[in-house]
């Protein structure tokens, strides 16, 4: 059975901790009656520490968390915890970006799983994972591959198709559809076909980058992360 752990790192400067208790106790609530196993606790300290070491104990498939919406200038200055933690753990990181009151309000929902490719070989590493994602819950696979050179889009694709092959041994058990896109700017150009095609989850697999090369080229996951709303 699926268990949710809820971890709040308590940082010197912030509210008492029973008020934090407080808000983990509805939220847990909140999860056990959608019928989800879940725990909480609260632990002081640094969150690059904590909550590798929770998802250590706990022996996490995945890490669920908010993104922030800063610029470029302040990703230089602070990197996000997000940035560092995806580079501490070794499990997959869900990241959701800024939402509006309406969008938090459309509840859970999985019928279209998305996982972009561009040229880079890293980013088909996510593709078995996103299509296990969308077996396991009846969704569609979106395939989006951008790239300037058609030729090199035809090829991602092909490449695409033989890794599912390879992943269901042979015919694939999902909807799957692939969308080739022909531009420079990956990032925009990943968010607008994702979106047009409906898609609930975005499957990604980060490339490690420095502080200096985030701002320069801010990478794909990133974006993704700050301009979409799944």
Not at 17 to 24: C, D, G, I, R, Y
Not at 35 to 40: E, I, M, P
Not at 83 to 112: F, I, K, N, W, Y
Request: net charge negative.
């Amino acid at each position: 059975p699926i268990q949710v752990h809820l971890l709040h790192v308590l940082r010197d400067d912030e509210r008492p901790a029973e008020s934090v208790e407080k808000q983990l106790m509805a939220l847990a609530r909140r999860v056990e009656d959608a019928g989800v196993d879940c725990t909480f606790e609260i632990l002081p300290g640094d969150p690059l520490a904590c909550i590798p070491d929770a998802a250590s104990r706990f022996h996490a498939d995945c890490i669920a968390m908010t993104v922030s919406g800063r610029s470029a200038l302040d990703r230089t200055v602070i990197q996000s915890t997000y940035h560092q933690l995806r580079e501490a753990v070794t499990c997959p990181v869900l990241a959701m970006g800024p939402r509006s009151d309406s969008e938090r309000g459309r509840g859970a929902r999985l019928e279209t799983v998305s996982c972009p490719l561009d040229d880079m070989e890293r980013s088909q590493d996510a593709l078995p994972d996103a299509a296990a994602i969308a077996l396991a819950y009846g969704a569609r696979l979106h395939v989006p591959i951008a790239n300037w050179d058609p030729e090199t889009a035809e090829g991602i694709r092909e490449n695409a198709q033989l890794r599912l092959n390879s992943a269901f041994t042979g015919r694939i058990p999902i909807e799957c559809e692939f969308t080739l896109i022909e531009s420079r700017n990956l990032g925009k150009s990943f968010v607008r076909s994702i979106e047009n095609a409906g898609a609930d989850l975005i499957v990604t697999a980060a490339e490690p980058k420095s502080t200096l090369a985030e701002t320069i080229h801010p990478s794909v996951t990133d974006s993704f992360a700050m301009l979409s709303t799944c």
